[in-house]
């Protein structure tokens, strides 16, 4: 069983910076995938970014170079730096990973930026 925690976000304004962390009950370097979504009401569920077990990074189109994903090992705690927020940013974020063949998700957090 994996649970997964998530936290940071908050209210910004459009311009500001918000870091998200998601805080693993496994060990982290045991997923081979972790990835961050968001979801705004109505809408799907989107990618926003996600990182491999070696390192590899995978970003939407619509925050690259705004955003950063990473991995701290010794905390078993992913991060999302957004930088440059927009109100089209705004949504309740989800961390996300996957352990023996089972999706598991956080339980979100809202980041909302206003204009």
């Known amino acids: 069983q994996v649970q997964l925690v998530e936290s940071g976000g908050g209210l910004v304004q459009a311009g500001g910076s918000l870091r998200l962390s998601c805080q693993a009950s496994?060990?982290?370097?045991?997923?081979?995938?972790m990835g961050w979504y968001r979801q705004v009401p109505g809408k799907q569920r989107e990618m926003v970014a996600d990182?491999?077990?070696?390192?590899?990074?995978d970003y939407a189109s619509s925050v690259k170079g705004r955003f950063t994903i990473s991995r701290d090992y010794a905390k078993n705690t992913m991060y999302l730096q957004m930088n440059g927020l927009t109100p089209e940013d705004t949504a309740v974020y989800y961390c996300?990973?996957?352990?023996?063949?089972?999706?598991?998700w956080g339980q979100g957090t809202q980041v909302t930026v206003s204009s």
């Open positions: 996300q990973t996957a352990w023996g063949g089972i999706d598991y």
């Open positions: 496994g060990i982290i370097s045991s997923f081979e995938i």
């Open positions: 990182i491999t077990r070696g390192g590899s990074t």
